[in-house]
């Protein structure tokens, strides 16, 4: 290369799963049959509502321009409603939600607008990799905390106190917990918000995972005063089998909103106004339609949990989420290697534990996005590979 990169770059590697699915692409095309049980990204689809308002939308003259930079009144209302309705949380619609491409967008433009260079973040080990990415890329500096199995997986703050917070100004949490499926608690949340103020840390939830197998709507928005120190991150992701959409957004004080609009709307100029109204149709589906979606996860769960006994791994029977997430055995040696041997024996891709912190060394992850017969499939595939 003549050009040399920015030294940014050299802080980050390429994600994970970009350079994984490339290695699985080649693998198709050498006429390989791979079941990939890795990545989360719904394979139901949205309701029938939601296409039909796209769809409509769509075939209007007046729908292709520019559309505001914090996203239609419209759709702020719904997700303003939405959050009363099932996490009983009441946000002003017109300063204190910001639409967002998603919540991955959201974790970068939040580090944007509050990290400087050399300010400490505290990320979550295991966690979903961009949290300490995206600090490295701002000239952060990443440092971990540990959740672990004997504790929850809910984080130890006597011995995060025990360290020098002083330049904390940032900690990422997220509950329901991706990657171990833990639901998170209000207890855990006060002592959460309790903790970011006698710290002043600005304190964001990375919420996408609520309505997956999970029916406690749990929100850090809930907490007596938690608009002083906290913003949350939700999306359509998940919850509305819309991963491939991008439609997220962020709450919180409209001081805090603020600050994340600075960035945001240098970035990007707002999203197409069909999408919009059909997130809004999304929102308003009636709650059975995520019993709908779940009903298919719970029978996926099944099978999931079965190929996790065929691994000899050890896992929780209560997490909620789209994923199961177990303990290999202690006989192999790493995650790493096991999901690798997975992989090119019996031709089907687990998400090893590593990815998410040196925590999730002893772990891995498999998705429920894959229909029964695919699971059933790899399920066979791996007993005959355990022999
Ligand atoms: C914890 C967590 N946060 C955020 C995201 C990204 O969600 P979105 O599609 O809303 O950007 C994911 C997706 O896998 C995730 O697991």
């Given at each position: 290369m003549i050009v040399k990169p920015a030294?940014?770059?050299?802080?980050?590697?390429?994600y994970y799963f970009s350079q994984k699915l490339a290695q699985i692409d080649r693998m198709r095309r050498e006429g390989a049959d791979i079941i990939n049980l890795?990545?989360?990204?719904?394979d139901q689809p949205p309701s029938e509502n939601t296409i039909a308002a796209l769809v409509s939308e769509a075939r209007?003259?007046?729908?292709?321009g520019y559309q505001s930079y914090t996203g239609i009144a419209a759709l702020r209302m719904a997700f303003s409603e939405w959050y009363k309705k099932y996490f009983h949380v009441e946000l002003?619609?017109?300063?204190?939600i910001l639409l967002l491409m998603g919540s991955k967008e959201g974790i970068m433009h939040i580090s944007m607008a509050f990290v400087n260079p050399g300010d400490e973040v505290l990320v979550p080990d295991p966690g979903y990799p961009t949290y300490a990415s995206v600090t490295n890329l701002v000239g952060g500096i990443v440092k971990k905390y540990d959740l672990l199995e004997k504790n929850g997986w809910f984080p130890d703050l006597d011995a995060i106190e025990?360290?020098?917070?002083?330049?904390?100004?940032m900690m990422w949490i997220n509950y329901p917990h991706m990657p171990s499926g833990t639901p998170g608690s209000f207890a855990l949340f006060e002592k959460l918000i309790a903790f970011s103020q006698k710290h002043r840390i600005l304190l964001c939830n990375d919420n996408p995972y609520s309505f997956i197998l999970n029916k406690k709507y749990l929100s850090?928005?809930?907490?007596?005063?938690s608009m002083e120190t906290a913003l949350e991150l939700n999306s359509l992701s998940k919850s509305h089998n819309m991963a491939g959409w991008r439609i997220g957004m962020v709450a919180g004080h409209n001081e805090y909103i603020k600050e994340v609009l600075k960035v945001k709307s240098n970035m990007d100029s707002g999203m197409f106004l069909g999408m919009q109204m059909a997130a809004v149709e999304a929102l308003n589906n009636p709650e059975s339609w995520y019993d709908t979606v779940n009903a298919i996860y719970i029978e996926r769960r099944k099978i999931v949990e079965k190929i996790m006994d065929v691994l000899g791994c050890r896992f929780d029977k209560s997490q909620v989420g789209l994923f199961v997430w177990g303990r290999i055995p202690d006989k192999i040696p790493g995650c790493e290697n096991y999901v690798e041997e997975i992989l090119n024996m019996a031709h089907v891709f687990i998400t090893p534990g590593f990815i998410f912190g040196n925590n999730g060394e002893r772990y891995i992850r498999i998705s429920l996005c894959a229909n029964e017969k695919r699971l059933a499939e790899a399920k066979e595939r791996l007993i005959k590979m355990m022999g």
């Open positions: 030294d940014r770059t050299g802080k980050v590697q390429e890795g990545i989360g990204s719904p209007k003259p007046n729908s292709h002003n619609p017109d300063n204190e025990q360290s020098d917070l002083s330049r904390v100004k850090l928005l809930q907490v007596d005063g």
